[in-house]
């Protein structure tokens, strides 16, 4: 069955660099896109990006200047990297497949930042 | 970026009462090959979020035909009739047409 997990340091001190993996099963990334979603502590979803099927990468205008995305085929990864983290920044990161859009989802990565 | 506008933000219901929430976009959503991208999710209690309505009103696999989905260019309806327990949680309503893909603020549903 179709299963992402996400997963990541949990604490990263300010000015610092996220880095998160989102680990598929059941499909592969060749054939779905995987975005990346996120949800600052308390409040709403915010769509951060995805990694296409085809390798092609989208981000969201707000956060383009800090976010890289990227992935590993053969591990059927999907990697996010995001420097120069602030306070604001912490909330729980989830990836979810698109195609047959935010039908699956992970669990969610909670990330902190502090000092 | 298109601007997703939910309301009301909160609603108290009583179980087996029926509500709507209303997800309002600034720009049409209906694609270039034809087809809206706007789906309901809900997000219950510690979980995540959970694909209820996509494409305006097609029902999630799995989910309960009391859910049902409504609209056209910027103007959504998400109906629950008979609330159940289960129901509670926020509602968001997300637009998948235009990038970047944007969600509304949520509607928090809860017993009355």
């Known amino acids: 069955q179709v ?19 989102c680990t598929v099963s059941g499909f592969s990334l060749t054939g779905y896109s995987v975005y990346w979603v996120r949800q600052p502590s308390g409040k709403g979803l915010e769509w951060m990006g995805r990694m296409r099927y085809n390798g092609d990468t989208s981000y969201n205008s707000a956060l383009k200047s800090r976010l890289s995305i990227s992935r590993d085929t053969s591990k059927n990864q999907v990697f996010l990297k995001m420097n120069s983290l602030q306070t604001d920044d912490t909330g729980t990161y989830y990836c979810t497949r698109g195609g047959d859009p935010f039908a699956y989802w992970g669990q969610g990565t909670l990330v902190t930042v502090s000092s | ?50 694909l209820l309505i996509y494409q305006v009103s097609n029902l999630g696999s799995g989910v ?6 409504t609209g056209s260019q910027k103007d959504f309806t998400l109906k629950i009739s008979r609330v159940e327990a ?15 893909y944007t969600f509304g603020a949520g509607t928090k549903l809860e017993l009355k």
């Open chain 2, 86 to 100: 289960e129901d509670l949680g926020v509602y968001y309503c997300v637009q998948a047409t235009h990038f970047p």
């Open chain 2, 64 to 69: 309960p035909d009391r859910f049902s989905g």
């Open chain 2, 1 to 50: 970026d298109v601007v997703m506008t939910q309301t009301p933000p909160s609603l108290s219901v009583a179980i087996g009462q029926s509500v709507s929430i209303s997800c309002k976009s600034s720009q049409s959503l209906v694609y270039s090959d034809g087809k809206t991208y706007l789906h309901w999710l809900l997000q219950s209690p510690g979980q995540s979020p959970k």
């Open chain 1, 3 to 21: 299963q992402l997990t996400e997963s990541g340091p949990g604490l990263v001190h300010p000015s610092e660099t996220l880095s998160l993996t």
